[in-house]
Each structure stands twice: as C-alpha cells, then as structure tokens.
C-alpha cells in the first residue's frame, strides 16, 4: 500500500528531476541510481519546496548544491532564502564559503535575514562569511554592532590594509572568551585605533600583536590587559617577546612583572638584550618560539661568547633595583648606569657578562 508521501513523489517525480536539471544540480549526483535514493529520502516539505524554487539559473554565483541543502530544504520560506542568498554580489572568490550560511544555527536565527542585509554592505564579504554562521558570534551580545564594525571598518594606520583589519575584528568578535571577558568593545576600539601596523593575520607566527592578545585567556585574566594592549600596540617591533611575558600565567603573577615589562620596553632598541629578558621572564623554551627564527638566533650568538646564567644573574640584579619602589625617601627608577656606579670596577669577575649587558643598554643612550 502506498502512503501519502509517495502519492506525492510519483506525481512529481519528473517535476523534481527537471528543477534538477534547471538549476544544473543534477550532474552532481554520480549515478541515476543515487538521484533516485536521494529523491525517495525527500520529505513533504522538502518536495515542496524544491518545486516552488522560482529564482533565475543564471544570478546563482554559488555552487547549486546548497540549494538542495537538507537544512536549508526544511526551512519554511525556503525560497525567500534562496533569493537573499543571490542576491549577495560582494563574494567574488569566496562562494565556496556559503555553506557557513547553512548551518542551522543560523538558519534558525531570527537575524538570518538582516546579517545578509549587512553583509551585503562590506566592500568585500570574505570575512563575514567566515564567522557568519559561527554560534558563538551568533549569539553574541555584541553581535549586531560587532558586524557593523567588521563591514564599516577601514584600516587607519599608513599601511592602508583593510584585510588585516577584518581579519583581526572577525577574530576577536567571534572568540568566546573575549565575548565575555569585559575587555570585548574596548579591545576592538583599540584594533580600530592602531590599524594593521599592530596587527597580524590569524595563523600567523609567533604570536607578537594585539590581534592575540585580545584572544589570549591569561591576558584576558590580567588587571593590566588594558594597559598592554597599548604597550604591545605601541611596541610592536619586540612585541612577540612582549606578548610572551603577558600571555604566561607565572609572570603576571610577579612582584617585579610590571618592572620586567617596563624593562623590554625601554630597551626596543635591543633586541639580543629584550630577548635576554624574555629569557629571564618566561624561561628558555618560551623565549625561543617567540623568536623568529627565520630572521634571527638571539640565543646562539649570545650563548656563542658568554655564559647564558650569568647573563641572567645580571638582568635579575637590574629587575630587582629597578624594582625598588622608594631609595633615600624618594621614588627613584633605577638604571644601568647606576647600577654601573655600584659596581667595583677593580672586580673582574664576570666581567665580560657585565660588559654585555651594559654595551647592550648603552645603545639607548647614544
């Protein structure tokens, strides 16, 4: 005995093969044998639907597919969707990321239609498809003024690359532990200030800019996320040993972390002598992934000439007299040329080490 549904498949059957062959999806099936399984799997909605799909062959810029989509097929103003969908004119290159739109996240939230319609206003819709269907930008509080940014921004910095921009406010906007950090709009607003010379590309190495930073659980954690998210912006030349000390849970939990911050940053200069304490901070392996070893092997050349640990015996004693918030009853910031005045200069011991760190932090003073 025949039920309902299949009543309904043999009556439509050619009708449903010809919508096939209109929207050219039909030569995707590898077999007739599979066309007639997948036909026999449609529900009524479904059926219905792929017979009322009235858009014109031709504007479909997307692979014709994700028409047949089964979360997609199952929607009630199926071809409502079908015509937002090509209407988008701004993804040349980047159709292929469509599929993001069908999710059924996405297609089950009440802004399905008005995130195309922002969407549809970006000079370039790349990045918008990346996290479109994302849940947890979805669901962002955020959500509706974090995508305005992403479609409206421009890159202010004079290397005028938008991309980075996008690429970085897509990042940030769509992370979960920046969403709910507290940290969230003003991070974004510190991205948009300092433009794509403080930023890098996700998946780019080693982590050295505010783009991870804004991202990083430890920094998220730290009372003085804020305030380095403008230093790092600010100093981005040693910004991936800058990024290693603020990004490591032991460090921002020392008496002296701000000092050894402040150290690095007045020493940009220096890059063996920031690496050195980078070293001193967050020990050996860190320090060397946050060198880029493609450029540069600060460890080799120093290790080359002097004794490593003594080195950092060195850059201890600095930290720890810098440190020192009141000498004499005034607050006093301690430097290398003072802590040259201490030293005995008739004492030769380690003498080259010294000689290291000063000619290292003497650069500064030229």
Not at 125 to 154: C, R
Not at 172 to 177: L, Q, S
Not at 241 to 264: N, P
Request: hydrophobic share 35%; glycine share 2%.
């Amino acid at each position: 005995m025949f039920s309902k549904k299949d009543e309904v498949l043999n009556l439509n059957h050619e009708n449903i093969i010809n919508q096939l062959k209109k929207y050219r999806i039909l030569k995707t099936f590898s077999s007739k044998i599979e066309v007639e399984k997948w036909i026999l799997k449609l529900n009524s909605l479904e059926i219905h639907n792929i017979l009322s799909l009235n858009v014109e062959p031709e504007s479909i810029k997307f692979d014709t597919k994700l028409l047949i989509n089964r979360n997609l097929l199952n929607t009630l103003d199926y071809n409502e969707r079908v015509v937002a969908l090509v209407s988008i004119q701004n993804a040349e290159g980047y159709y292929h990321l469509f599929d993001n739109m069908l999710n059924p996240e996405f297609l089950n939230s009440a802004k399905f239609y008005q995130d195309i319609e922002t969407l549809k206003r970006a000079k370039c819709a790349q990045t918008s498809l990346w996290i479109i269907g994302n849940p947890a930008f979805i669901h962002s509080p955020y959500h509706d003024e974090d995508f305005e940014l992403l479609v409206t921004a421009k890159d202010n910095s004079e290397e005028d690359f938008d991309y980075v921009v996008w690429d970085t406010i897509a990042t940030v906007a769509e992370n979960v532990d920046s969403i709910y950090s507290g940290y969230h709009k003003q991070d974004l607003q510190t991205i948009i200030k300092y433009g794509s010379k403080s930023l890098q590309m996700s998946y780019t190495y080693p982590e050295r800019t505010i783009h991870y930073l804004a991202t990083n659980p430890v920094s998220l954690k730290d009372n003085y996320h804020l305030e380095n998210m403008e230093i790092l912006a600010q100093n981005y030349e040693i910004g991936n040993f800058l990024y290693a000390a603020m990004t490591d849970a032991g460090v921002i939990k020392r008496r002296d972390y701000r000092i050894i911050i402040e150290e690095m940053v007045a020493n940009t200069n220096n890059m063996s002598y920031v690496f050195l304490v980078c070293y001193y901070a967050v020990g050996e392996k860190r320090a060397l992934e946050a060198q880029n070893l493609l450029e540069h092997n600060y460890l080799d050349e120093i290790e080359n000439s002097y004794n490593i640990q003594e080195l950092l015996k060195q850059v201890d004693e600095r930290i720890y007299i810098r440190g020192k918030d009141v000498i004499d009853g005034d607050y006093k910031d301690v430097t290398i040329y003072e802590i040259e005045c201490i030293e005995n200069e008739d004492n030769t011991q380690n003498l080259n080490v010294k000689n290291f760190v000063r000619s290292l932090l003497k650069k500064n003073k030229k």
